[in-house]
C-alpha cells in the first residue's frame, strides 16, 4: 500500500540553524499538508499546498517557514533559524483530490532545538 | 473558527471490554467531516474511523464506531472488545467539506488497556 515518507526521523540542530524537512507524498495525490505536534500537545496545523502554491497557513507559519515542491516528488519545509520553541514533531499529510477526505500521515519528523 | 474538544485526558478499560471516547466540536458551518486518528507510541498518525456530516447512519469499521449527534455538535468512539493493541492516544479531528481544508484536532484522549 503506497505510504507517506518522510526524513529525516529525528533531526537536532542548533538554535539559530536552518533545517529542511523532507517528505514523498504518495505519487497521485494533489493537495499536501505539514502539520506540528509539541510533545505532549495537540496536532497544529501549519500549511497547506496545491499545485505549487500555499491554499491555507496558520499563525504559527510566519517568515521563517517556507515550503516547496522542488521536482514532482518531494515536499520540503524550511525552517530558517529555528527556535527552541520549534522543538516538536512534523508531520507531511497528502491527500487525492476532490473526491476524497481522507489525509493520509507520514511517520513523522522529531526536530530537537538545542 | 472551528474547535475540538476532548474533555477525557486519560480513559482506561479492561480488555475485552467496552468504551466510549467523548468530542463535541463547534462550527457554523453545515457540511463537514469528522474523524477519529489513533497514535501509538510510534507517533504515527493512524485513521480509525470517519463520518460525513450530511450521513444520519453512524460510521462503523470493525470493532470501532461513533455516535454522531449534528445537533448536540457530538461526536464520540466506542471501542468494543478492547485489545492491548488500542492502547494509544486518540485525537477527534474535523475538517470543513473544501478539498483543501486542513485537520483541526482535539487535545486528544490517553487510552490505557489493562488486563
Known amino acids: 500500500e503506497p505510504e507517506v515518507t518522510q526524513t529525516p526521523s529525528h533531526q537536532v540542530t542548533q538554535m539559530g540553524q536552518e533545517v529542511i524537512l523532507r517528505c514523498v507524498p504518495i505519487s497521485n495525490h494533489l493537495y499536501f499538508y505539514w502539520y506540528r505536534q509539541i510533545l505532549g500537545q495537540k496536532v497544529e496545523f501549519l500549511v497547506s499546498?496545491?499545485?505549487?502554491?500555499?491554499?491555507?497557513k496558520s499563525e504559527i507559519f510566519d517568515d521563517q517557514f517556507s515550503v516547496e515542491r522542488p521536482d514532482g516528488s518531494n515536499f520540503t519545509l524550511k525552517i530558517r533559524s529555528t527556535k527552541l520553541e520549534d522543538s516538536a514533531m512534523y508531520f507531511c499529510?497528502?491527500?487525492?483530490?476532490?473526491?476524497?477526505?481522507?489525509?493520509?500521515f507520514g511517520p513523522g519528523t522529531r526536530l530537537t532545538v538545542t | 473558527a472551528q474547535t475540538v474538544t476532548q474533555s477525557q485526558p486519560e480513559m482506561s478499560v479492561q480488555e475485552a471490554e467496552t468504551v466510549t471516547l467523548s468530542c463535541t466540536y463547534d462550527?457554523?458551518?453545515?457540511?463537514?467531516?469528522l474523524f477519529w486518528y489513533k497514535q501509538p507510541p510510534s507517533r504515527q498518525m493512524i485513521l480509525v474511523i470517519r463520518q460525513e456530516a450530511y450521513k444520519q447512519q453512524n460510521a462503523t469499521e470493525n470493532r470501532f464506531s461513533v455516535n454522531f449527534q449534528k445537533a448536540a455538535k457530538s461526536f464520540s468512539l466506542k471501542i468494543s472488545d478492547s485489545q492491548l493493541g488500542d492502547a494509544a492516544m486518540y485525537f477527534c479531528a474535523y475538517r470543513s467539506a473544501g478539498t483543501a481544508s486542513k485537520l483541526t484536532f482535539g487535545t486528544g484522549t490517553r487510552l490505557q488497556v489493562t488486563l
Open positions: 499546498f496545491y499545485n505549487n502554491e500555499i491554499s491555507e
Open positions: 499529510a497528502s491527500s487525492p483530490g476532490l473526491a476524497a477526505y481522507e489525509q493520509y
Open positions: 462550527t457554523s458551518e453545515s457540511d463537514y467531516y
